[in-house]
C-alpha cells in the first residue's frame, strides 16, 4: 500500500500537477494520522484488559480474605458470648450460693480469662498503585476505612487484655481459686474455641487444691462480682464494634461477589 502511494506521488510529481500532489499529500497525511490513532487504540484496549485482569485477580483475593476475616471474627465474638454467658452464670451463683455448681462456677471463671483478640489479614492494597486498579468507588471507600474501624475493635481488645492481666488473675490467686480453675478445664480435655485444628483435644491432670476453700466466701468476695460486671461491659462494647465490623465485612464481600465475573 505504501509502495503504490509513493508511486502515486512520483507520477504527480513528474506530472506538475501540484495541487493533485497537494490533496494526496494531505491525505497521506490523514492516513498516517489515523493509522497512529488506531495503533494507539488498540494499545489501550491491551493496557485496559491486562488492568482488568489484574483487577479480577485482585478482587478474588480480596475476597478470600474477606471470608477468613468474617469466620475469625465471629469466632472472637462468639468468645465474648460465651463470655458474657459465664458472667450471668457466675451472677446468679453470687446472688443465690445455695445453688453453687463447682464445676460450672469454674468453667465460667476460666471463661474471662480468655482475651479473644481480631488479627485479620494484611495486604498491600491500600495505599498502593493496584488501589487504582479497583473502579467500585464504594469499595475503595471500606478499603481505606478498614484499618481504622479493625484498629477500634483491637483497642478495645487489649484493654480488655491488660485487664485480665492487671485484675482478674491477681484477684483469681488472692481468692485461691487458680489451681482449680485450671484443674477443671484440662481435666475433661480441652479445644480452644480459637485452635487451629479443631479436632484436638488435650487432657492434663491438676487436681484440685488441697488448701481449705470455702466458696461461699469467694463468691462473697466484693472484688470478684465488680469484675464480672466490669467483664460483662468490655465485652457487650466489643461486640457492638465488632458487629459494626462484620456489616462492613459483608457489605463488602456483596459487592465482591457483583464485580468477580464469573
Not at 445455695?98 to 495505599?127: A, M
Amino acid at each position: 500500500m505504501i509502495k503504490i502511494f509513493r508511486k502515486l506521488r512520483h507520477q504527480l510529481l513528474n506530472q506538475s500537477k501540484f495541487s493533485k500532489y497537494l490533496i494526496y499529500a494531505i491525505g497521506e497525511i490523514i492516513l498516517v494520522v489515523i493509522g497512529i490513532l488506531i495503533a494507539l487504540q488498540i494499545n489501550n484496549w491491551n493496557e485496559q484488559q491486562k488492568n482488568l485482569a489484574k483487577e479480577q485477580t485482585i478482587l478474588k483475593q480480596l475476597y478470600n480474605e474477606y471470608q477468613s476475616n468474617l469466620a475469625q471474627l465471629d469466632e472472637k465474638v462468639l468468645m465474648r458470648n460465651e463470655g458474657l454467658e459465664a458472667c450471668n452464670q457466675l451472677l446468679q451463683q453470687i446472688d443465690h450460693p445455695e445453688q453453687i455448681n463447682e464445676e460450672v462456677f469454674y468453667n465460667s471463671l476460666w471463661k474471662l480469662l480468655r482475651d479473644p483478640t481480631f488479627d485479620p489479614i494484611k495486604n498491600d492494597i491500600v495505599g498502593s498503585e493496584n488501589l487504582r486498579l479497583i473502579r467500585n468507588q464504594e469499595l475503595v471507600r471500606i478499603l481505606s476505612n478498614w484499618s481504622t474501624e479493625v484498629y477500634q475493635v483491637q483497642e478495645l481488645e487489649l484493654e480488655y487484655k491488660k485487664f485480665r492481666s492487671e485484675i482478674i488473675i491477681p484477684c483469681y490467686n488472692r481468692l485461691g481459686v487458680s489451681r482449680n480453675v485450671n484443674d477443671i478445664l484440662w481435666k475433661n480435655g480441652y479445644t480452644p474455641t480459637e485452635a487451629l485444628d479443631k479436632k484436638t483435644s488435650s487432657k492434663f491432670t491438676i487436681k484440685s487444691t488441697k488448701k481449705e476453700l470455702d466458696l461461699k466466701e469467694v463468691l462473697n468476695d466484693v472484688e470478684l462480682e465488680g469484675l464480672i460486671s466490669q467483664a460483662i461491659t468490655f465485652n457487650l462494647v466489643t461486640n457492638i464494634q465488632s458487629q459494626t465490623l462484620r456489616d462492613r465485612i459483608l457489605n463488602m464481600l456483596n459487592i465482591l461477589e457483583k464485580e468477580i465475573e464469573n
